[in-house]
């Protein structure tokens, strides 16, 4: 039986997040830095939990005003102090309500720093296992995130995207290029499928390339998140592939 983990990154104020949650089966509850505070965490903590949907910590560069998207270079040390603060209030929110976390997943610019820069893949590493290495750390499959955290001892989920374009090189298309964002649920829907089922992605220049991915992200941001959250998770299905988390 082929089964995937389907995350989301919730509680950063989209009004999308309760039937997010019916979709997926991993949430990336945003701690508090980039968006959030003590009572979003609780809340989305609690929402997932009773849903039966694993918790995880979203942690982010202290940045409101530019929702954690902007790279902000750290000195290691001061990274792991910004990945254990986070991890430390989302801990204790979560144990209080009664669930355990399960995984971190970095948000933003700091997840795509992480995912090319060795450094900043090693500092949040450290970080997640200093804290308790027990927990799943998230990363884009075959990044340096990925490399970091299997060297350092964590077991890892490689993570791949229903809606978003890939570069001949594995790396996600930026943003800033046309066509970086997928922005039909169908298409979106048949990318899981191919990731899924036979471990490939069409790049964005229409190369095949393979990609060993644990986990889907089904981005709550997106104008019809819901409609593409559905949209995969019933392709997936359909084909047999079971949504599950990775406990």
Same mark, same amino acid.
């Given at each position: 039986? %082929?089964?995937?983990?389907?995350?989301?990154?919730?509680?950063?104020?989209?009004?999308?997040d309760?039937?997010?949650?019916?979709?997926?089966?991993?949430a @990336?509850?945003?701690?508090?830095?980039?968006?959030?505070?003590?009572d979003?965490?609780?809340?989305?903590?609690?929402?997932? /939990?009773?849903?039966?949907?694993?918790?995880?910590?979203?942690?982010?560069?202290?940045? %409101?005003?530019? #929702?954690?998207?902007?790279?902000?270079?750290?000195?290691?040390?001061?990274?792991?102090?910004?990945?254990?603060?986070?991890?430390?209030?989302?801990?204790?929110?979560?144990?209080?309500?009664?669930?355990?976390?399960?995984?971190?997943?970095?948000?933003?610019? /700091?997840? @795509?720093?992480s995912? %090319?820069?060795?450094?900043?893949?090693?500092?949040?590493? @450290?970080?997640? #296992?200093? #804290?308790?290495?027990?927990?799943?750390?998230?990363?884009?499959?075959?990044?340096?995130?990925?490399?970091?955290?299997?060297?350092?001892?964590?077991?890892?989920?490689?993570e791949? #995207?229903?809606? %978003?374009?890939?570069? @001949?090189?594995?790396?996600?298309?930026?943003?800033s290029?046309?066509?970086? /964002?997928?922005?039909?649920?169908?298409?979106?829907?048949?990318?899981?499928?191919?990731?899924?089922?036979?471990?490939?992605?069409?790049?964005?220049?229409?190369?095949?390339?393979?990609?060993?991915?644990?986990?889907?992200?089904?981005?709550?941001?997106?104008?019809?998140?819901?409609?593409?959250?559905?949209?995969?998770?019933?392709? /997936?299905?359909?084909?047999?592939?079971?949504?599950?988390?990775?406990?």
């Amino acid at each position: 039986m %082929r089964t995937i983990d389907l995350n989301c990154d919730v509680g950063e104020g989209c009004p999308t997040d309760a039937e997010m949650l019916g979709y997926a089966t991993s949430a @990336n509850i945003a701690c508090g830095f980039h968006a959030g505070d003590v009572d979003t965490i609780a809340r989305t903590v609690y929402a997932a /939990l009773n849903l039966g949907v694993a918790v995880g910590a979203h942690p982010g560069y202290r940045d %409101r005003g530019r #929702f954690g998207r902007v790279e902000m270079p750290l000195p290691s040390e001061d990274l792991q102090t910004l990945i254990t603060d986070q991890l430390e209030t989302f801990t204790e929110i979560a144990c209080r309500i009664g669930a355990k976390p399960t995984h971190v997943k970095p948000h933003g610019a /700091l997840y @795509n720093l992480s995912a %090319r820069d060795a450094s900043t893949a090693e500092a949040i590493a @450290n970080a997640v #296992f200093k #804290f308790d290495p027990e927990l799943i750390l998230y990363g884009l499959a075959g990044s340096a995130s990925i490399t970091a955290a299997v060297d350092r001892g964590l077991r890892v989920a490689a993570e791949a #995207f229903a809606d %978003r374009t890939y570069s @001949n090189d594995g790396s996600l298309t930026p943003r800033s290029r046309p066509g970086a /964002l997928i922005t039909r649920a169908d298409v979106a829907a048949r990318q899981a499928i191919a990731i899924a089922m036979d471990g490939v992605v069409e790049s964005i220049d229409g190369s095949t390339l393979p990609i060993l991915a644990d986990t889907i992200c089904l981005h709550g941001d997106s104008p019809d998140a819901v409609g593409f959250a559905a949209a995969v998770r019933h392709g /997936l299905e359909a084909h047999g592939i079971v949504a599950r988390s990775l406990l």
